[in-house]
């Protein structure tokens, strides 16, 4: 059952009030009529199965029949950092690696960057990110919604390297660097994996050797050379199949 995630103002149990585009959405799109149950979350701890009691254009009413609590969290939180891609590419790796269980995404304007971004669409193209990663996470039942950071430049003084436990950065084309297979990984779930993917045009040397000397590590997915879209996915997948997140 798919989970939507609501406002805490709406979840006054044992009642439940949803307007706004959740409520259109669920009348209009899912068409949801009264008797039915679905599946609402606080974004937080807690997700309430609630039964349709009422529905208008203005307001859906639901009787909370149910309270489940989150499992605590088996592994450590992952976040990428992800330079900005063209067009549709980092939309479809905001929703992909949503899915994937990713907590945090960090867009970042790298020197081989195609995308530009001017400073009056920073938050628009943010608030964009953050409507993909919240329909990505209600379609895949997460527990609570990535968290889109605003655009950063690619430098050691805006990611803060001590904040991870494990900082890596993807590289192409070089010889003698670990891969996801055989490094060793943070298993606690108080830890955190920070994992930065290049452009369509791969990193700069420069950007590279700037990230090893703040602690990165760098690795490989192989000797395939990806699309940035598909290594992003590809890396956290990998991540979370290692940390017992999947399969």
């Given at each position: 059952?798919?989970?939507?995630?609501?406002?805490?103002r709406?979840?006054t149990?044992?009642?439940?009030?949803?307007?706004?585009?959740?409520?259109g959405?669920?009348?209009?799109?899912?068409r949801?009529?009264?008797g039915?149950?679905i599946?609402?979350?606080?974004?937080?701890k807690?997700?309430?199965?609630?039964?349709?009691?009422?529905?208008?254009?203005q307001?859906?009413?639901?009787?909370?029949?149910?309270?489940?609590?989150r499992?605590?969290?088996?592994?450590p939180?992952?976040?990428l950092?992800?330079?900005?891609?063209k067009?549709?590419?980092?939309d479809?790796?905001?929703q992909?690696?949503?899915?994937l269980?990713?907590q945090?995404?960090i867009?970042?304007?790298?020197q081989?960057s195609i995308v530009?971004?001017?400073?009056?669409r920073?938050?628009?193209?943010?608030?964009?990110?953050?409507?993909?990663?919240?329909e990505?996470?209600?379609?895949?039942e997460?527990?609570?919604?990535?968290?889109?950071?605003?655009?950063?430049s690619l430098?050691?003084?805006?990611i803060?390297?001590?904040?991870y436990?494990?900082?890596?950065?993807?590289?192409?084309?070089r010889?003698?660097?670990?891969?996801?297979?055989?490094?060793a990984?943070?298993a606690?779930?108080?830890?955190?994996?920070?994992?930065?993917?290049g452009?369509?045009?791969?990193?700069?040397?420069?950007e590279?050797?700037?990230?090893?000397?703040?602690?990165y590590?760098?690795?490989?997915?192989?000797?395939r050379?990806?699309?940035?879209e598909?290594?992003?996915?590809?890396?956290?997948?990998l991540?979370?199949y290692?940390?017992?997140?999947?399969?």
């Amino acid at each position: 059952m798919p989970v939507f995630f609501v406002p805490p103002r709406c979840l006054t149990p044992p009642t439940v009030t949803i307007t706004g585009a959740l409520l259109g959405h669920l009348r209009d799109s899912l068409r949801l009529t009264v008797g039915e149950t679905i599946l609402l979350s606080d974004g937080e701890k807690l997700r309430y199965r609630t039964e349709v009691t009422a529905i208008t254009k203005q307001t859906l009413t639901g009787r909370v029949i149910d309270v489940l609590t989150r499992p605590p969290r088996q592994a450590p939180a992952l976040t990428l950092g992800q330079a900005l891609l063209k067009g549709e590419r980092m939309d479809w790796v905001v929703q992909k690696t949503t899915e994937l269980g990713v907590q945090t995404i960090i867009p970042l304007q790298s020197q081989r960057s195609i995308v530009q971004l001017k400073a009056e669409r920073i938050q628009t193209q943010t608030a964009r990110w953050q409507r993909i990663a919240l329909e990505a996470a209600q379609q895949s039942e997460q527990w609570q919604v990535p968290t889109i950071a605003g655009p950063l430049s690619l430098s050691p003084h805006n990611i803060q390297r001590s904040a991870y436990t494990l900082a890596l950065i993807l590289t192409e084309r070089r010889k003698e660097v670990r891969t996801l297979s055989n490094i060793a990984l943070p298993a606690s779930p108080e830890e955190s994996i920070l994992v930065l993917v290049g452009p369509e045009g791969g990193w700069t040397d420069k950007e590279v050797a700037t990230a090893e000397e703040t602690g990165y590590v760098p690795l490989t997915l192989g000797t395939r050379i990806l699309r940035a879209e598909t290594a992003a996915t590809l890396a956290i997948g990998l991540l979370q199949y290692r940390l017992g997140e999947l399969g």
